[in-house]
């Protein structure tokens, strides 16, 4: 059974830094396309940055490019977002994101989701 487990989300100031942590069960990363995605009050949810390991192709929403890094950790099936310089308009609930690599339409996955964790950027 595929689980999709976010954490590390919190309150920060502008100009702040989080990490989040996806930890993923019931399937290996290696075959898998992850991301991260962010739902602000009132909007959709949004894909911020993801990763396909089939073709190391990578998504960034331009507003989070030179601020927001991903990476996994194979041998602890876990996905990493990191955020710095954060910004109020950053702020909303971070899902993990995944779905096997040969379904995907582009790069981002649609399938998988976690809870989410809520991130809030204000002074």
């Known amino acids: 059974q595929v689980q999709l487990v976010e954490s590390g989300g919190g309150s920060v100031q502008p100009g702040g830094s989080l990490t989040l942590s996806c930890v993923a069960s019931?399937?290996?990363?290696?075959?898998?396309?992850m991301g991260w995605f962010r739902q602000a009050p009132g909007k959709e949810r949004e894909a911020v940055l993801c990763?396909?390991?089939?073709?190391?192709?990578?998504y960034y929403k331009d507003s989070v490019k030179g601020r927001f890094t991903m990476s996994q950790d194979n041998e602890k099936n876990t996905v990493y977002l990191r955020m710095n310089s954060l910004q109020p308009e950053d702020t909303g609930v971070y899902y993990c994101?995944?779905?096997?690599?040969?379904?995907?339409?582009?790069?981002?996955?649609?399938?998988?989701w976690g809870q989410g964790t809520q991130v809030t950027v204000s002074s």
């Open positions: 994101g995944a779905e096997r690599i040969e379904y995907v339409i582009g790069t981002c996955p649609n399938d998988y």
């Open positions: 019931g399937f290996a990363l290696d075959y898998y396309a």
């Open positions: 990763f396909s390991s089939s073709d190391g192709s990578t």
